[in-house]
């Protein structure tokens, strides 16, 4: 069938990238779904640092490339050993998909799927399948899903089925944010109501983390970053203190359990120093992998301190997913208010600026019935 999706075309184009446009929206061919595989009309999809990494090189992955892997839609169509998913139903994407067979799959989720790791660097789905193409010549998959465009095929293994009260906007950002800011707070950290909890980065896995942590009761949860708007928003989601990294250092504050979400070796040494003695560092963010921190080992060993590292936050999407979507449905979970703006698929070469210049927590571009398409 045929599609409009967001192509990248060149890593590393200058910015603005709303000059440059890295992205270029065209038609292309997308085929049918696999025996493992399902066919989904995307309704939403958010505009994610990881998109961002992927446009700017901090990411390398084989071009051309349809970007987007926090996304919501319905399912269309369903490969013949699809048995527990049917059309119309809608799901979320879950950007690494589980094989369920690897050692690491055996790990509660603490550890990425062997296959799915190795299936997103190529650029191919679950099982190395790919069904995109464009002029004849093939177009890569991202992270399993390629959410940027109408219509995806993605592997099972990458959806998970959320109720029709879930709006779409906020299904999406079920699927990466929340799984991954959240997860640090339940699945890595894991307080008690009596603990300190301080997240390092207001973007949307930063408020993810801050939203969840809030839904838990802590007693004390402290927000740091360096926009004063995003200070303000996270008083307004919950958070009892906000610092920016110099004041924070300054007034030696510190919490028993320090969620880094920036995904910047700075960042990180800030969560570092912030950490209580006997208390725990949480990384979540992803830097450049020539990015380099500093730390002191012998602050670990006298102070009982840990550093733990927590991708996708630690999550078995298909556990996970359901439970954030409870927590929404409950009124503890203000998704909708990490969503900055809601966007057409035509505005997103300026989005990946505003993403950049660090103005958004998280841009939702909405599908409806073809609008906003158009460049």
Known sequence: MKITGAVLE?????????????????????DSPGPTEILVR????????????????????PVPMLLGHEAAGRVVEVGAEVTDLQAGQR???????????????????????????KSNGDGTLLHGSMHL????????????????????????????????DIPADVAAVLGCAVLTGGGAVLNAARPRPEDSLMVV?????????????????????????????????????????TYTPQQLLEEGVKAKYVIECAGNPRAFETAFAATAVGGTTITAGLPSPDARAQ??????????????????????????IPRYAQLWRDGKLPVEELITARIGLADINQA???????????????????????P
């Open 201 to 241: 980065g207001l973007g949307g896995v930063g408020m993810a983390a801050l939203i969840t942590a809030v839904s838990q009761g802590l007693v004390r949860i402290i927000a740091v970053d360096t926009v004063a708007e995003k200070l303000e928003h996270a008083r307004r989601l919950g958070a009892h203190e």
């Open 133 to 164: 193409r464009r002029d004849g010549g093939t177009v890569f998959h991202h992270l399993g899903v390629s959410g940027f465009a109408t219509h995806a095929v993605v592997d099972r293994a990458s959806a998970v089925p959320v109720g029709d």
């Open 352 to 374: 990946m600026d505003h993403l950049a210049d660090g103005k958004a927590v998280r841009q939702v571009i909405m599908f409806d019935d073809g609008a906003g398409l158009a």
């Open 42 to 61: 995307l309704e939403a999809a958010g505009v994610c640092h990881s998109d961002l990494s992927v446009v700017d090189g901090n990411r390398r992955r």
């Open 295 to 320: 730390i002191s080992p012998l602050t670990m060993t006298a102070e009982a301190r840990t550093v733990i590292g927590s991708y996708l936050g630690s999550a078995v999407p298909s556990r996970d």
């Open 91 to 117: 799901v979320v994407m879950s950007f690494l998909p589980r094989c369920e067979d690897c050692p690491n799959c055996a790990e509660d989720g603490r550890l990425p799927c062997t296959a799915g790791t």
């Open 10 to 30: 060149e890593i590393g184009r200058p910015r603005p990238f709303a000059e440059s446009r890295p992205l270029s929206l065209c038609e292309l061919e997308l």
